[in-house]
């Protein structure tokens, strides 16, 4: 009698989810060739390497890319070792970035996952994630291109383009909201943004700078998460501030945040003065729309030129009539800086940017030309009448271009930590 041969047993289901595959819209012409470079090193070499995140995003939308970074299975020592222009870096995780010339890189990262309760408890037990706390801690671990694409913060955020095949790879719907043109999280909006309360000012710059419309759902837990922003690293928060303001759009975010309620948890000053709606409130509206008007011309401001825009309402407000100006003026800016870990050398600008302003709209120039942050002051000073729809005085567009900022820099000796220790 012969045995029948055990039949082997069928394979194990892949868990992998299958992804959608679009053909691209892309022309080849638009992405960075030294990104396509870095793919086609990496795919020769058998490791899978697509384009993601904005890159992606800004080519199937239309906008013009910013940067391009890949995501690959190749290991960062495994990238080092095929790139000679390559620096591993990154402690907590580590990345390759890939030098170009004039300064360019092209950022390589390994596909990672977010780590699950067994990664957590295997990497430090004593910091363990317990259930009410979502914030992510704890250092992502390599994973697979779908576990790669569901970490990402928004569906169109987590599109994977394989720029040979010239596809869309897409694991998490986000297709459907590039050409809805939507931002949706991925996953839960609730649970995404307590993880990381930074992507509700993600939401908003994309939505402002993209012309995109918010998901209901995702802009409700906007708001009902908008308080754990108070909970995210400062430093971080100053950053978001600062990228809503340089993105071309500053007008449309400050709104929407302030809309949202998000501006109330970050800038209360602010948001209370627009709040009150004193008559000089709304000029906030007209200095955010010079500021976009200067980035469309390509003459962005310095960011403390920007901040000194942002928050001249507020400081007037409380200056003017104020018993004592500067220690008005110091009680106010402490507050913001304390809100987001504003540097003191920023500060200190803002406030000299603010008083040189407030005396060019006194009209008197004294001796302000020949003080190197003259164009600085001069520039805030026309974000000011363009608010107020004040003529612009002659010397504002006859001073010659960077007259003031060429002058050589009095270079500020760094202080010794140890004086006398010679
Ligand atoms: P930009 O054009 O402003 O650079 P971006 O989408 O490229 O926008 P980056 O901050 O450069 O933003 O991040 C690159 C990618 O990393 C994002 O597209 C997204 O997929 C992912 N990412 C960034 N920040 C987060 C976050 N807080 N949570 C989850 N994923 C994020
Ligand atoms: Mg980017």
Redesign the pocket.
Same mark, same amino acid.
Do not use: I, L, M, P
């Given at each position: 009698m012969t045995r029948m041969e055990p039949a082997t047993p069928p394979p194990e289901p892949p868990n992998t989810p299958e992804p959608e595959v679009y053909d691209a819209e892309v022309r080849p012409d638009d992405v960075d060739p030294d990104a396509l470079k870095v793919i086609r090193r990496l795919r020769r070499n058998k490791h899978h390497a697509y384009l %993601? +995140? +904005?890159?992606v *995003?800004?080519l199937l939308l239309g906008a013009k890319p &910013?940067?391009f /970074?890949i995501a690959t299975s190749a290991r960062p020592n495994e990238v080092r070792a095929l790139f000679r222009n390559c620096r591993v870096i990154g402690r907590r995780f580590r990345l390759a970035h890939i030098l170009f010339a004039g300064g360019k890189i092209i950022e390589t990262a390994t596909f990672r996952r977010d780590p699950t309760e067994e990664d957590i408890v295997e990497d430090d037990e004593s910091r363990r994630r317990d259930d009410v706390d979502l914030l992510i801690r704890h250092d992502n671990v390599f994973g697979e291109p779908w576990e790669d694409a569901m970490?990402?913060?928004f569906t169109i955020? +987590?599109l994977f383009y394989d720029s040979e095949a010239n596809t869309v790879i897409d694991y998490v719907g986000g297709m459907r909201d590039i050409r809805g043109r939507v931002v949706r999280t991925i996953g839960q909006p609730d649970v995404r943004f307590r993880e /990381?309360p %930074?992507?509700i000012l *993600?939401a908003i &710059?994309f939505s402002a700078r993209l012309d995109l419309g918010i998901d209901p759902e995702v802009v409700e837990a906007m708001v009902a998460q908008r308080e754990e922003l108070a909970r995210a690293a400062r430093p971080r928060l100053l950053e978001e501030i600062l990228?809503l303001l340089r993105g071309g759009a500053a007008h449309r975010s400050f709104w929407l945040m302030w809309e949202l309620g998000a501006l109330g948890v970050l800038m209360p000053q602010l948001a209370m003065h627009l709040d009150d709606d004193p008559p000089e409130a709304r000029l906030l509206w007209g200095r955010l729309d010079a500021i976009d008007t200067l980035k469309r011309a390509g003459a962005l401001p310095t960011d403390a030129v920007m901040l000194a825009a942002l928050l001249l309402g507020p400081i007037e407000e409380a200056v003017d009539g104020a018993k004592d100006a500067t220690r008005a003026y110091e009680a106010l800016m402490q507050e913001v800086v304390d809100g987001l870990a504003v540097p003191r050398r920023l500060k200190e600008r803002v406030r000299t940017l603010v008083g040189a302003s407030r005396r060019m709209r006194g009209g008197k120039l004294g001796a302000l030309p020949r003080r190197e942050y003259f164009d600085e002051a001069a520039t805030l000073f026309g974000i000011e009448c363009h608010a107020r729809g004040e003529r612009r005085p002659d010397w504002l567009d006859d001073r010659p271009a960077g007259e003031a900022v060429a002058r050589p820099r009095t270079r500020t000796r760094r202080r010794r930590r140890h004086p006398g220790a010679e």
């Open positions: %993601v +995140g +904005g890159g *995003r800004d &910013k940067d /970074d970490r990402r913060d955020n +987590g /990381d %930074v992507r *993600r &710059k990228r």
